[in-house]
Structure formats: structure tokens, C-alpha cells
């Protein structure tokens, strides 16, 4: 039998703090769950209606999700609209890290003093219009005490590495080593014989 999950609740509301994978639950400023902000599972789980009294869920997906997943398995042999769901905070993360990190694999060496506003004021609009309006405050944040580094590729790549890094500590994510930057992104690992 799966592990109950103790379910925090705010003191004057039915409205869980926690959701069943751990993570606080973020609530837009409309006071809904944010669906960019959560996981599809703690999503699913603060807008399943909890009510007080049921402070203990089992560990295990819901209902809806295990119907999403009997769906996906009778796909048909050709689909040219696949029945994705809208991306969750950690798809949404690990994409946007992914774009970010390749962003900076391709700018330029030496980028001219255009290219260097623009890509300061990408990375605003960025922070801007991020789904996750948490994220996106959070982004804006770490922008204003650490002004973005777009003097040359290794600069970028490694501001944006130091930011992932905040992003990894406060999720309780070992942090990567910045030094590799350009592996990890950029060249590749070396083949080891």
C-alpha cells in the first residue's frame, strides 16, 4: 500500500501548502493553483476541491491521470495532433533552461554592443512573460542583484549557469559545476577511452 502524504493546509482554508510531491503549492494572485507554477500532479491535487478533514492523500496518481495515461496508450498508429497536456513548472523548467543554456552556446564570442542590449533585454522580457508567474519574480530577482554578464559567450554561459544553480539549490538539486559550462552545453564530453 503507497505512503500517505501529510497534506499541509493554510489556518483559514482548505486550500493545501504542500502537494503530494513535496513541492509548495503556488497560487496565482486570482488565488487558484497556478498551472504553469505546480506540477501536473499537485496541480490536479489543489484543484481536486480538498476540503478540511481529509488532510492525508495516498501517494499515488489520481484518477484523471491514470485516465490520461490509459489514452495515450491507444493512440492511434498516426496522429498528427498528439493529446499533449499543457506544460507543468517542471517541464516548463527544464525547456527553458534547455533554450537558455543553447542560446548561449551560440552567442557570439565577441558579440558587438548590439547584440549585447539585445541580450539583456531579451532576458527581461523573458523574466517578463515566463508562465510561471513565481518563477518568472524570482528570474526577475536574481536579474536585478546579479546584472546579466553579456560581454562575451563565456560570461553569458556562465551567468546563466550561476542562475540555474540558485534555481537547483532552492529545489534541493546538487548544483553544477559552472567550470563545464561549455561541455555540458556547448562542445560535448570528451570521449573517454
Known amino acids: 500500500m503507497p505512503e500517505p502524504v501529510e497534506v499541509k493546509t493554510t489556518e483559514n482554508s482548505s486550500k493545501p501548502e504542500i502537494g503530494v510531491t ?6 496565482g494572485k486570482d488565488g487558484k493553483p497556478c498551472r504553469s507554477c505546480n ?20 501517494n499515488v496518481p489520481s484518477p ?14 498516426y496522429n498528427p495532433y498528439a493529446k499533449d497536456i499543457p506544460p507543468d513548472v517542471e517541464v516548463l523548467g527544464k525547456s527553458s533552461w534547455t533554450l537558455l543554456h543553447a542560446i548561449a552556446a551560440t552567442y557570439p564570442e565577441t558579440p ?17 512573460f515566463y508562465p510561471c508567474w513565481f518563477c518568472a519574480e ?6 536585478a542583484k546579479n546584472e546579466p554578464k553579456v560581454e562575451t559567450q563565456d560570461s553569458l554561459g556562465r551567468w546563466l549557469c550561476d ?12 548544483k553544477f559545476d559552472c ?11 570528451e570521449e573517454e577511452d
Not at 524570482?138 to 536579474?143: G, K, L, V
Open 64 to 77: 484523471k491521470i491514470k485516465e490520461n495515461q490509459a489514452v495515450a496508450a491507444k493512440k492511434e498508429k
Open 179 to 189: 567550470n563545464l559550462w561549455k561541455r555540458r552545453w556547448k562542445d560535448g564530453w
Open 39 to 58: 506540477s501536473l500532479l499537485d496541480f490536479q491535487f489543489a484543484t481536486a476541491g480538498m476540503t478540511k478533514g481529509a488532510p492525508v492523500v495516498p
Open 163 to 174: 542562475a540555474h544553480n540558485e534555481v537547483n539549490a532552492k529545489l534541493g538539486k546538487p
Open 112 to 128: 558587438d554592443d548590439k547584440k549585447q542590449r539585445d541580450m539583456k533585454q531579451f532576458l527581461k522580457l523573458f523574466g517578463n
Open 22 to 27: 513535496g513541492r509548495k503549492i503556488i497560487y
Open 138 to 143: 524570482d528570474f526577475t530577482r536574481f536579474m
